[in-house]
T-cell receptor
Framework: DGGITQSPKYLFRKEGQNVTLSCEQNLNHDAMYWYRQDPGQGLRLIYYSQIVNDFQKGDIAEGYSVSREKKESFPLTVTSAQKNPTAFYLC?????????????FGDGTRLSIL | QQQVKQSPQSLIVQKGGIPIINCAYENTAFDYFPWYQQFPGKGPALLIAIRPDVSEKKEGRFTISFNKSAKQFSLHIMDSQPGDSATYFCAASMAGNTGKLIFGQGTTLQVKP
């Protein structure tokens, strides 16, 4: 089945630690996105990538980093600089980023502070 | 200008009722307006989407109404069922703007049996 796989489902971070959230898609989509979801605030864009080896900051990129070395993979690192990392993180992909194609979401990773 | 404002924050209806969720935007450059449905612990799933050259779009029990002059759009769920209980998000994006979606704050819908 084609889709987006996020792992792990739950993740705990210690003070001063970097953690990496995995996102893999087998839809052959060019564009990939990371969103953060907090209660009552909708989804906010962290980073996005229109093509392999390219990515741009979204609206709330501070304290996060990404890479896009392969078309199917777009991992997100939550660094120790992100002071309020507790949230539900969602990865999405679309065929491309130019023509407003639908975005397909994974089932998220819930990150908490230990 | 980049915001999408969604209301109400929560909604409770009886089975068979027609819940209506409203969204408003400021940026007239937005040209794609999708609605997403999200169940607890899951990612959002695309329900239905509309472009500003259409005033209404139906897919099954879900209808989007679009008022370009008022810069508002709404989701109606006909004959609502308990299985429709979920959080609904409206969103907007601009053509050529890298596909970035601006989401509303979400509406939690409960349909009582």
């Amino acid at each position: 089945d084609g889709g987006i796989t996020q792992s792990p489902k739950y993740l705990f971070r210690k003070e001063g630690q970097n953690v990496t959230l995995s996102c893999e898609q087998n839809l052959n989509h060019d564009a990939m996105y990371w969103y953060r979801q907090d209660p009552g605030q909708g989804l906010r864009l962290i980073y996005y990538s229109q093509i392999v080896n390219d990515f741009q900051k979204g609206d709330i990129a501070e304290g996060y980093s990404v890479s896009r070395e392969k078309k199917e993979s777009f991992p997100l690192t939550v660094t120790s600089a992100q002071k309020n990392p507790t949230a539900f993180y969602l990865c999405a992909s679309s065929i491309n980023s130019v023509s407003n194609q639908p975005q397909h979401f994974g089932d998220g990773t819930r990150l908490s502070i230990l | 200008q980049q915001q999408v404002k969604q209301s109400p924050q929560s909604l409770i209806v009886q089975k068979g009722g027609i819940p209506i969720i409203n969204c408003a935007y400021e940026n007239t450059a937005f040209d794609y307006f999708p609605w997403y449905q999200q169940f607890p612990g899951k990612g959002p799933a695309l329900l239905i989407a509309i472009r500003p050259d259409v005033s209404e779009k139906k897919e099954g029990r879900f209808t989007i109404s679009f008022n370009k002059s008022a810069k508002q759009f709404s989701l109606h769920i006909m004959d609502s069922q308990p299985g429709d209980s979920a959080t609904y998000f409206c969103a907007a994006s601009m053509a050529g703007n890298t596909g970035k979606l601006i989401f509303g704050q979400g509406t939690t819908l409960q349909v009582k049996p």
